[in-house]
């Protein structure tokens, strides 16, 4: 059972990025699948997290408007498009999934995580 993000990468002020999280070993129709991030020195923060009975989204107040949480449950993934990007949304970018209806952005709920993907916003 595993969680893989990814698509992080480089991307000047202003830019856009879509990250992935994809799992291995079950399906993530019925969980719910969170992103969330950890600057240096910084604790991990909730991002957005979306619910997979409804599709059901939360986003914290520092990325909304900006980012987007979507599903495929097809392809058995989770995705983050990340708009307008600003240098402090700099952070190791991780996602998380737990069988469960609620939406929660407390890193604590979720029963599995992804290794982290680095998203670096600089000019």
């Known amino acids: 059972v595993q969680l893989q993000a990814s698509g992080g990468g480089l991307v000047q002020p202003g830019g856009s990025l879509r990250l992935s999280c994809t799992s291995s070993g079950f399906t993530l129709d019925y969980y719910s699948v969170g992103w969330f991030r950890q600057a240096p020195g910084k604790e991990r923060e909730g991002v957005s997290c979306?619910?997979?009975?409804?599709?059901?989204?939360y986003y914290a107040d520092s990325v909304n408007g900006r980012f987007t949480i979507s599903r495929d449950n097809a392809k058995n993934t989770v995705y983050l498009q990340m708009n307008s990007l600003k240098p402090e949304d700099t952070a190791v970018y991780y996602c998380a999934a737990k069988y469960s209806t609620v939406l929660s952005r407390t890193p604590g709920f979720y029963d599995y995580w992804g290794k982290g993907t680095l998203v670096t916003v600089s000019s």
């Open positions: 979306i619910t997979g009975s409804d599709g059901s989204a």
